[in-house]
């Protein structure tokens, strides 16, 4: 059975610096991964999409790296801002009985401080 | 509208009460889920609906019932709920292949209270 794991649960830094979050799976036999943000009691916004055959992606101030084999993707933002608050998910995409499902991690909390 | 619309937004009910939460895709997209996201769990996968048929059912119980009359619309429909279902409901929607996953996109969520 698939786990993903996001540590940390939460991080708050200063605006400007650049930060790192991280991602862990279980199962390195994924066909994606997806970087989401979540405001406070809304629903999910996709950030970035890595498909398995690839290491990086960028998006803007974004840049999603994935490492199949060690089980490991890294979210790293550039120039924080205070917009930037919101909790990460990563999820991992599989394939179950040739059903398409993504498996989610439990977030990390994010608090850019003015 | 565009994108994956969800109503009511906020939802309270009873134990006793039937209710459905609706979502909406202008996506053109064949594939739509339901999800559960209680506090401090990760997304629950719920269902699963692929070309209108239902291709997974996350082992849930049976006061949830899911309902796909076309590739645009998904219902769940809800009954004797008990207050642990008290949750964010979203729905997402993506275009299913061969290839690789689809990327999902979210709608908003319902926010639903059992008292």
């Known amino acids: 059975k698939q786990e993903v794991t996001q540590i940390p649960a939460a991080l708050s830094v200063p605006e400007g610096e650049n930060l790192v979050l991280n991602c862990s799976f279980t199962?390195?036999?994924?066909?994606?991964l997806q970087w989401f943000r979540q405001d406070p009691g809304k629903g999910l916004t996709s950030l970035l999409l890595?498909?398995?055959?690839?290491r990086e992606q960028t998006s803007g101030r974004l840049n999603a790296s994935l490492d199949k084999s060690s089980g490991r993707s890294t979210l790293y933002i550039a120039a924080s801002q205070p917009g930037d608050s919101a909790t990460y998910l990563c999820a991992v995409g599989t394939l179950v009985f040739g059903n398409e499902k993504l498996t989610f991690g439990t977030g990390t909390r994010l608090t850019i401080i003015p | 509208e565009t994108g994956v619309t969800q109503t009511p937004r906020h939802l309270v009910m009873g134990m006793t009460n039937k209710k459905s939460l609706k979502c909406e895709q202008h996506l053109g997209h064949n594939a739509m889920y339901w999800y559960k996201q209680s506090a401090k769990k990760p997304l629950e996968l719920m269902f699963v609906y692929n070309f209108k048929e239902q291709t997974e059912n996350n082992s849930v119980p049976s006061r949830f019932s899911p309902e796909c009359p076309n590739s645009s619309h998904l219902f769940l429909h809800l009954h004797t709920l008990q207050p642990e279902d008290s949750a964010l409901y979203l729905c997402a929607s993506s275009q299913p292949s061969g290839g690789p996953i689809g990327e999902q996109f979210f709608g908003p969520g319902t926010r639903l209270t059992v008292l």
């Open positions: 199962d390195s036999a994924i066909y994606n």
């Open positions: 890595i498909q398995s055959s690839q």
